[in-house]
């Protein structure tokens, strides 16, 4: 769903909305530094191949999907990582890796990291490596009717090297 397409949809809906551009970026973490967003609040989607059939997930852009724990929670037999070519041209008109979180509107179910659904605002992706949307959560649910489950952790991040304890001189 374009970008145009999505604001029609949420004005469709009574949603209040926010649309922010940013330098073209291709990841999560990219986004969030690029917009100035916290990694807590800014959702991205993996899409998911479970018992053979795609679903989407939705987590926050600070955490990876724990396939383990997906199973676990969704009560599949077999999960794994979608490969591009089996959903690219699932969502014309937008560009791969930008997809909005609105598998709902094309057939897809929905599954939120419930860290994710305990923020005031979710900002996605609207379609495009150029741009995000901002919205409440809660316009969020009502739309997509996600189903929330803990089935992500937090992504590791860098150290410094340890130098040990001896002063260098």
């Known amino acids: 769903m374009p970008t145009q397409q999505l604001k029609e949809f949420l004005e469709d809906y009574g949603v209040s909305y926010e649309c922010i551009k940013h330098a073209t970026v291709y990841t999560a973490q990219e986004i969030a530094a690029a917009t100035h967003i916290p990694g807590r609040e800014l959702a991205k989607t993996v899409m998911i191949k479970a018992d053979g059939r795609l679903i989407m997930t939705v987590l926050p852009a600070s955490q990876r999907v724990d396939l383990l724990l997906l199973k676990e929670a969704i009560g599949a037999r077999t999960v794994e990582l979608a490969r591009e070519q089996e959903f690219k ?20 179910e929905v599954y939120v990291e419930e860290a994710l659904a305990s923020e005031e605002r979710i900002t996605f992706n609207a379609g495009s490596h150029t741009e995000v949307m901002r919205i409440a959560y809660k316009d969020f649910a009502r739309l997509v009717k996600p189903k929330v489950a803990r089935f992500a952790r937090s992504i590791p991040t860098a150290r410094p090297p340890c130098w040990g304890s001896e002063a260098r001189t």
């Open 89 to 108: 041209d699932m969502f014309p008109g937008c560009t791969v890796g930008a997809m909005p979180p609105f598998g709902n509107l094309y057939g897809i």
